[in-house]
């Protein structure tokens, strides 16, 4: 069973998938420094939101009104946690800031809102 999202839910995932690709130079700065177990982990979570593009679509602007996401529940599961715990964090940090805070708050709410469907999608699929 495919897990479909509508276009609002894809945007707001897509904001938060874009703005944690900005940090793929750690990944390198890992590598030159030989710490190649942060390096591995690096590139398991820049693997797992490039894939999760490959179903978003990689442009910022998308003329459909649904997307499929065909990553393994296990996968899905992984990146979805990820970006629960990074959002939780991000949520309460600019709640108190001014009035950009706020939005990136309310940004990053859209998101938790869009993956939380996706893991209850997720719990009723048979687990492939």
Known sequence: ???????????????????????????AI???????????????????????LDDLGWEREQNRDEFDLTMSTPDLARVIGYFNRLLGSSVQAHLSEPEEGRRHAA??????????SVLAQAAQTDGS
């Open 1 to 27: 069973m495919a897990i479909t999202i509508n276009r609002e839910q894809r945007d707001a995932i897509y904001f938060e998938v874009a703005l944690d690709l900005d940090g793929i130079g750690d990944l």
């Open 30 to 52: 890992a590598m030159s420094k030989a710490d190649y177990a942060t390096a591995r982990r690096y590139r398991q979570r820049f693997e797992d939101d490039m894939r999760l």
């Open 107 to 116: 940004q990053s709410l859209a998101a938790q809102t869009a993956l939380a």
